[in-house]
């Protein structure tokens, strides 16, 4: 994995921009600590590169170039193909001639044969750009189901792109400034986000599967591939053993590096899956497997059964490391250092997030990164598989709106009165909501069940996935953690969003077709543990420490906080007895608390200005 940046402007000698691209070059440092490169001999365009070397380390570096019929080409590329010695064949037969064994070229020399329909034969997670020297055009793509990031920005003398928010502002021609459209972002969606905004006023993102190219017209996008309906005509048996084969091939391609590799390991339904496969195939060469697991001092003591959280990880962590015979690894977090570690997982996001949620993930990585440069992870399972509450509770699928997010009025309850009366919360929400569903393809004539279960996979692949996919790949890159997300191959999306709720729902279990697909992985405990979610630390001192934290910056007036949010409803968010979820089961008090110690520290670090 690596981080990328660049510049492309038709009005101005980009090479006189260099000192701004080192700077936003520096900004990606944790992105990519193995090498860096620069892209800076033409007035046109100019692009670097920071490496996490994965696969040829010895080889492609960035940015790369190649020659081709008499156009040159040069890419900055960060991600991972997971097919690609399949390309480098098909490209071999073409004509190509390769110089490393790095995917980056495969890549490259995918584009210089196929053009922008490159990107409709990767299987992989990437965000790349290709600067065409002499047609002086500038080739963006980012992934199918948006695992790696890619921001940008237009000013107006040119265009910048970056992997991360913090690298784009390093250019000074984009403003540290946010409208009334960012400051809805914030209060009514963060931790997530609208497909495409960056919160800052003029900084966008590129959404999942988006593509396009930057020339003297202007940037024309395009989105390259979209989930489609279609009939399923498997039996229980045929889809299960279906499942099997995509599960198991694509975990086994996400094993492929040049680098110690490792698993996340909780003892859940999904972690456990990918350790099993990752396992045997380590055992085929004679080695084990290191599992990462997290745990937090005292949960022991103060853990409480709930609803969306009927058991403690711990209790099943060591049995399946012992199943897998691994090499376990656990991380035990306490109080003060989760506390600690919301300032720089608020810079690892460049954004608020999830308090505790993100900080412990930020330190688990760190961790995780003393041992291996490569995890796998088991994020998007839930989504694609309809692992949720709000996928089984037919009362809440089937309710309008966000199931993760039904608090908009609490949310805006926050806002001061000027800025309440100019954002209408519940339209802005409802708009979100809508235009998603829609986008939804169906059949004609199935069920209702079966519609709206698309509509669900869709809201929570542009959505909730989309928190988590961000959420794993900052706090992860932060370290210099490349973690892959097999359950997140989009072919195993493309079946499912067809396979019906009865057959997800097999024996009436979350994930029953996952379960049953996967049965000879896991032992039985494993494999018929109810559904568990991230784990929370359930310390009461961390909800003190938070407390403390927030108190001491709205006793400042010149909190930037106060210049958007009540101070006394701050006040009252810390001294009453309301319980209300900000994001579904992930962020209840104790993380609303941290979410707005971390929105004042972001707008002092920014010293982001608000334009109404």
């Not at 009540?566 to 209300?580: N, P």
Request: charged share 25%; hydrophobic share 35%; with cysteine.
């Amino acid at each position: 994995m690596c981080g990328i940046c660049g510049m492309v402007s038709f009005k101005q000698d980009m090479r006189q921009k260099k000192c701004i691209l080192a700077g936003m070059q520096n900004a990606l440092l944790r992105r990519g600590p193995d090498q860096e490169g620069m892209f800076c001999t033409e007035p046109e365009c100019i692009m670097a590169h920071r490496r996490l070397a994965v696969i040829d380390v010895d080889h492609g570096r960035q940015p790369m170039t190649r020659n081709h019929n008499g156009e040159t080409y040069t890419i900055v590329y960060n991600g991972e193909l997971y097919n690609t010695d399949e390309l480098r064949q098909e490209l071999i037969a073409l004509g190509a001639v390769f110089e490393t064994t790095c995917d980056t070229e495969v890549v490259l020399e995918g584009y210089i044969y196929w053009g922008e329909e490159c990107v409709t034969r990767f299987n992989g997670i990437f965000a790349f750009a290709v600067w065409e020297h002499k047609k002086e055009r500038l080739w963006l793509a980012r992934d199918r189901m948006g695992v790696k990031p890619l921001f940008y920005a237009e000013t107006e003398d040119g265009f910048t792109f970056a992997s991360d928010i913090n690298s784009i502002l390093q250019n000074p021609d984009v403003p540290r400034e946010i409208d009334l459209t960012g400051l809805s972002e914030l209060i009514l969606m963060m931790p997530g986000r609208t497909a495409g905004y960056g919160v800052f006023r003029t900084v966008r993102e590129f959404v999942r599967a988006e593509c396009g190219y930057y020339d003297k017209t202007g940037l024309h996008k395009k989105i390259y591939w979209k989930l489609k309906a279609r009939p399923h005509t498997d039996n229980i048996e045929q889809t299960a053993e279906r499942v099997r084969f995509l599960v198991e091939d694509s975990i086994t391609r996400q094993l492929v590096s040049d680098v110690p590799v490792g698993t996340f390991l909780s003892g859940g339904l999904d972690s456990s899956i990918i350790s099993s496969v990752a396992a045997r195939s380590f055992r085929k060469k004679g080695i084990k497997l290191p599992t990462f697991s997290l745990d937090y001092k005292s949960n022991d003591r103060y853990f409480q059964k709930s609803k969306f959280q009927p058991t403690s990880d711990s209790e099943f962590i060591g049995d399946m490391a012992e199943y897998l015979e691994s090499e376990s690894f656990i991380t035990a977090l306490d109080t003060p250092e989760l506390a600690a570690a919301l300032v720089p997982a608020m810079e690892a996001r460049g954004l608020p997030g999830m308090g505790d949620v993100d900080s412990s993930m930020l330190l688990f990585c760190k961790d995780i990164r003393s041992h291996v440069t490569v995890a796998l992870s088991g994020e998007c399972s839930d989504e694609i598989f309809g692992g949720y509450p709000w996928y089984r509770d037919e009362t809440i699928r089937m309710s309008e709106g966000f199931p993760w997010a039904q608090s908009t009025a609490y949310r805006q309850s926050f806002l001061n009165d000027e800025l309440s009366e100019l954002i209408d919360g519940r339209a802005y929400v409802d708009k979100a909501y809508r235009n998603t569903v829609s986008q939804a393809e169906k059949l004609s004539g199935e069920s209702i069940a079966d519609s709206r279960t698309r509509e669900m996979m869709l809201l929570n692949l542009d959505w909730f996935m989309q928190n988590l996919l961000d959420r794993k790949d900052r706090m992860s890159m932060y370290s210099s953690l490349e973690v892959r997300v097999p359950f997140c191959d989009y072919r195993i999306a493309e079946y499912l969003y067809n396979v019906p709720w009865e057959y997800k729902d097999y024996k009436g279990y979350e994930k029953g077709l996952l379960r049953e697909a996967m049965k000879d992985y896991l032992p039985e405990r494993i494999l018929w543990r109810k559904k568990s979610p991230y784990p929370k630390t359930h310390n009461p001192a961390y909800f003190h420490a938070v407390s403390k934290m927030l108190r001491k910056i709205i006793s400042d007036p010149n909190a930037p906080v106060l210049s958007i949010i009540k101070k006394e409803r701050l006040e009252q968010l810390l001294t009453g007895t309301e319980s209300v979820q900000w994001y579904g089961q992930l962020m209840a008090k104790p993380q609303t608390i941290a979410f707005f110690v971390q929105l004042n520290e972001w707008m002092k670090k920014y010293d982001v200005k608000i334009r109404i």
